[in-house]
């Protein structure tokens, strides 16, 4: 496992659709955030999962947007029915735990385009 | 206003120079941190600082916190072509400090670096 992978690295939506962003942390983590980069808006947090539990979802919209990290499988971030304004880059982080002193690794991202 | 400030948003150098990125924060910093990121990919994470006072160095990159100033510099010494990229500082400014990944981050410095 060479880090945090995201899928699909690009991924394009009609306005209503759904789109669905896949993050495998590192091997071990069992720590997920989600972070979202807009335009002209920097990196701004999203969520924080662990393992079948949402720890602080302060910054997800409130509508159409839903995260989950299963027991088994990737975290998934969902967004229905995307408008233009959700075209971003979506990052994901995992940690070991909960407390980390080493950094946290980002993966390297998923670009919506919503067209 | 920006939680987290950076300066200078921009920065254009000549190859073999030195050169320094501020972050500076309106909070209270638990735990400062700096990634890469070049155009369209994931971030790469640099250094972390916790404590004040804390300095660090990898290669020619070397970062320092000043927890009084609520302040931290990225310094890079005898600049070179690979160093160009955005560079952001990320921090928990949560009370008390959450001590997990929910990061603000500022708005990034990008670096072009001219051989």
């Known amino acids: 496992n060479a880090g945090v992978m995201q899928n699909p690295r690009h991924l394009v939506r009609r306005r209503g659709q759904e789109a669905r962003l896949r993050c495998s942390p590192m091997?071990?983590?069992?720590?997920v955030y989600w972070y979202r980069q807009l335009p002209e808006e920097g990196l701004k947090f999203m969520v924080y999962?662990?393992?079948?539990?949402?720890?602080?979802e302060s910054g997800m919209p409130k509508e159409r947007f839903s995260a989950e990290f299963p027991k088994e499988g990737p975290s998934i971030l969902r967004i229905q029915q995307v408008v233009r304004g959700d075209s971003a880059a979506y990052f994901c982080a995992s940690s070991p735990g909960m407390k980390n002193y080493y950094g946290y690794t980002f993966g390297s991202g998923t670009r919506l385009t919503v067209v | 206003s920006q939680e987290l400030e950076q300066s200078p948003q921009s920065l254009i150098v000549q190859e073999g120079k030195n050169l320094t990125i501020n972050c500076t924060s309106s909070k209270t910093l638990y735990g400062l941190y700096w990634y890469k990121q070049k155009y369209g990919e994931g971030l790469i994470f640099l250094m972390m600082?916790?404590?004040?006072?804390e300095e660090k160095s990898h290669e020619k990159i070397t970062a320092k916190l000043d927890e009084k100033k609520q302040q931290s510099s990225l310094h890079i010494t005898a600049s070179q072509p690979s160093h160009a990229g955005i560079y952001l500082c990320?921090?928990?400014?949560?009370?008390?400090?959450?001590?997990?990944?929910?990061?603000?981050f500022g708005q990034g410095t990008i670096l072009t670096v001219h051989p």
């Open positions: 600082l916790q404590k004040g006072g």
């Open positions: 091997k071990g983590h069992s720590h």
């Open positions: 999962l662990q393992k079948e539990n949402i720890i602080d």
């Open positions: 990320g921090a928990d400014l949560n009370a008390g400090g959450t001590s997990y990944g929910k990061l603000t």
